[in-house]
């Protein structure tokens, strides 16, 4: 469902081993919102819910709510370095339109939310 790149599982990794609990996993997900209807959201978790999805990937636990599963189907997670930092990137196949930020999609099937103008 969810690709996870090297380079990508290994800053993965090492933020986990910098929150030093052995019980954190990766959830992402979706929510409505962002500036074209739908953004991701990406972050550690310790507890599952019922409809949860989990995934194993490049050695990392990745969990996934059961109402984001139909809009990340596919999804590629990288990681990019650049003159500026580096940063998380998101390839979403079922993305129909993004925003600039590129953290903000629309679907074929589903419009989500919009944010109010000038929220991105």
Sequence with gaps: MITISELASEKIKEMLEQEASPDLFLRVGVKEGG??????????????????????????KIVVDGDSVKYLHGLVIDYKESAMGGGFTIENPNASATCGCGSSF????????PAAEGEC
């Excluded at 209807?37 to 490049?58: A, H, L, W």
């Excluded at 629309?106 to 939310?113: F, V």
């Design 35 to 60: 500036c074209t209807g739908f953004s991701y959201g990406m972050g550690f978790d310790d507890e599952q819910n019922e409809g949860d999805q989990t995934i194993s990937q490049e050695g990392l």
């Design 106 to 113: 629309r679907t074929a099937s589903d419009a989500g939310k």
